[in-house]
């Protein structure tokens, strides 16, 4: 049995050595279990048939003795006939499945990296930096507004070289082109937010934010004058602070053209409250209608929706509640769903006056077919509690019962910027929508070119558009960046007895390159109107809508939070739940 052992085990090489041992250690097996070979040589024992195994298992033989046979056999064949072939080589991968493989490992790499820039993003943004203190030997920048132009001006500023305050009635930024979706809940007010301390913490120097109202200018002492906007007030509640370079960025007001009860019956669609106004009163428009035993004539007044203005904010409020009645009122309020009417009341010839034609055209054809009716040449006379007068294109008066009135028509100067310009040169300050400026944004007859203005309380040739602003922001932190190093040509100006505020001069003009028009038009549809005669509508420059949009938010919290509503909105609908 030892022999049968040694030959097994040798059988387990591969070796023409060990093979010619495992012919001996079977020779000598089968000799022993009384098979007697008819010869020496590895051929002659292959050369055993079947019949001998036959006999040998007569005599006898052990099953293992017969097992050792059998291997003994098989590698003696095998070693007669030469060595064993190679085994095959692997099937090597298809081309398809290489690139596959290598598009698997491109994407990991990709996760791995966006996932790790958002994770340190996250962490500056919880971990704001020590700053500075304040330096009373700088000079003191006082912004007033936390809109589009006063944010990307302190986004941009340097405050190693100067002492910042902003004061403003509201202590964040709201990105207002996105505001329309928030009247319907598409999405929530708070993702459109920017706490205006979360831009203010990560400046090199501390900045001081003050929330109240300014309510006086005074230009010649270069003081304002501000007062707390709170409910729950202290024993401190109004302050005067001075400055050496006034930022007037405090947007304007809705222009009500002097029609009576607009103010009281209307709403606007400008501040954050705005839009939380409209959704609560869409909701209780809804409710009252589907309240039991409301007559007729009253579920179709309430039901009966206006917006006055066909500029951009009027047709984007038009279409998100247009989405809002096809793709939720439909679902849980499906008893009035269809009696819902939606109205665009326009006093031009037609909407969107500054798009292209193609652009208006393709946009009063899809609202036709989206059944929202449009009424161009139509002016707005008197607002009533539950009806409008309005002057048609025929030059008639006609009567339109309504239960929620939306106004986003033009506008007007806050009542700050009229009193300013009022202590200014008249014959400099010409204009009644705002601050005539110049061409570096110094508000003309400022007393030492003090005071800038931006935005919509300014009086330019440029379009009070978000655009324009966030660029007029822009440009004044380069140009105020750039103040200190001409100090030495201010004091030689000085000496030569000249006026050293001509030193802004030597600095570049502001400038303003369009870069385009969007809106937003309903049932995943938009335009977009952009340079090079580039007129585009429909659904895929809906996807290119929201990407612009996206891309100019202003931190990483924003756009996860509006990236969460949309794909909330897509898969629960909107939220109809009344606060």
């Known amino acids: 049995m030892s022999a ?39 051929r002659a024992v292959t050369a055993v048939t079947a019949g001998r195994l036959q006999v040998a298992a007569r005599a006898g033989a052990t099953p293992p003795a017969l ?14 006939s030469g060595p064993p072939p190679p085994p095959p080589p ?5 081309r ?26 996250i962490y500056l ?60 809940g598409t999405i929530e007010l708070r993702s459109l937010m920017q706490p205006i301390r979360f831009i203010t913490r990560f400046k090199s120097r501390e900045v001081l934010f003050v929330e109240g109202n300014c309510t006086d200018i005074d230009p010649t002492n270069k003081v304002v004058t501000v007062e707390d906007n709170s409910e729950i007030k202290g024993e401190v509640s109004v302050q005067k602070i001075k400055y050496d370079y006034l930022v007037v960025g405090v947007g304007a007001e809705n222009a009500t053209f002097g029609i009576p009860g607009v103010r009281e019956h209307a709403c606007f669609l400008k501040e954050a409250w705005d839009a939380r106004k409209i959704r609560t009163q869409l909701l209780d428009c809804l409710e009252s209608a589907a309240f039991p035993g409301q007559p007729e004539h009253e579920v179709q007044r309430l039901l009966h929706m206006v917006v006055v203005g066909g500029g951009p904010t009027g047709v984007e409020y038009a279409a998100e509640l247009h989405d809002f009645l096809h793709d939720d009122i439909v679902n849980w309020y499906p008893q009035i769903a269809g009696k819902v009417k939606i109205t665009l009341v326009e006093a031009l010839p037609h909407v969107l006056p500054t798009f292209s034609k ?50 986003a028509t033009g506008n007007t100067s806050r009542p700050l910027v009229t009193d300013l310009i009022k202590k200014l040169p008249a014959a400099l300050q ?27 309380c300014s009086a330019t040739k440029w379009a009070p558009t978000a655009q324009v602003a966030s660029k007029q922001g822009e440009y004044l932190a380069e140009t105020l960046n750039a103040l200190p190093s001409l100090e030495a040509e201010r ?57 612009a949009y996206l891309s100019r938010l202003f931190s990483l919290r924003n756009k996860t939070l509006v990236t969460t509503d949309w794909i909330k909105c897509w898969l629960f609908g909107r939220d109809i739940s009344r606060e």
Request: aromatic share 10%; charged share 20%.
């Open 96 to 121: 398809l499945f290489r690139r596959l493989r290598l598009l698997s490992r491109v994407l990991g790499v990709a996760v791995v990296a966006v996932g790790a820039y958002a994770a340190f993003e």
């Open 125 to 184: 943004g919880r971990h704001p930096p020590k700053q500075f203190e304040w330096d009373h030997s700088k000079k003191t920048i006082a912004i007033l507004g936390t809109g589009w132009g006063s944010t990307s001006l302190l986004r941009d500023i340097d405050t190693e070289n100067y002492n910042v305050v902003v004061i403003s009635p509201r202590a964040y930024f709201l990105f207002t082109p996105l505001l329309p979706s928030c009247t319907v």
């Open 358 to 407: 193609e652009l208006i055209d393709f946009t009063e054809k899809h609202f036709t077919e989206n059944k929202v009716e449009i009424l161009n040449n139509t002016m707005v006379k008197e607002v009533k509690q539950k009806e409008i007068i309005v002057q048609n294109a025929k030059k008639e008066l006609e009567t339109i019962p309504y239960g929620l009135l939306v106004w």
């Open 90 to 94: 692997p099937k090597q991968p298809g």
């Open 4 to 42: 049968l052992l040694t030959a097994s085990l040798l059988r387990q090489q591969r070796t023409p050595l060990a093979r010619a041992l495992y012919i001996a250690a079977g020779t000598s097996a089968v000799a022993r279990s009384g098979l007697a070979p008819s010869a020496a040589s590895g």
């Open 491 to 547: 004091v030689r100006l000085e000496g030569e007895r000249k006026d050293p505020s001509t030193v802004i001069e030597k600095l570049p003009q502001f400038v303003y390159n369009h870069i385009g028009a969007l809106a937003y038009i309903g049932d995943e549809k938009a335009i977009a109107d952009l340079p090079g005669n580039v007129h585009v509508g429909g659904v895929f420059t809906f996807y290119f809508w929201r990407s």
């Open 430 to 456: 010409n204009q009644r929508r705002g601050l005539v400026t110049d061409d570096w944004l110094v508000v003309k007859g400022s007393p030492d070119r003090s005071i800038f203005a931006l935005g919509d």
């Open 67 to 80: 097992s050792a046979w059998r291997d003994w056999r098989l590698l003696a064949t095998a070693g007669a």
